[in-house]
């Protein structure tokens, strides 16, 4: 949705300046370690907002946690 690109975009840019001021430490990862990272986490703001959209509010918080459940199992699959 656009709200999630303009929160992924200002996170970047936040990150970004702190960097370039040594207001944070720049850190790097491998691009596939990345990549993965990535896609495991996008596709998790796109099953709950994608479950919040078709459910109740109270069927969403329960299957809040079996989302976080399987986007971490799935994130330690991947590191091997």
């Known amino acids: 949705t656009t709200l999630t690109a ?7 840019l936040v990150g ?4 370039l001021s040594s207001n944070a430490p720049y850190k790097t990862l491998p ?14 703001i796109v099953c709950m907002n994608l479950s ?20 971490f199992g799935t994130y330690l699959c991947h590191l091997h």
């Open 52 to 71: 919040l959209m078709l459910n109740s509010v109270g069927f969403y918080q329960v299957c809040l946690g079996y989302i976080k459940f399987y986007e």
């Open 31 to 44: 691009f596939w370690d990345l990549f993965w990272f990535s896609l495991i986490a996008n596709s998790s």
């Open 16 to 19: 970004y300046i702190s960097a």
């Open 6 to 12: 303009f929160h992924f975009t200002v996170t970047a």
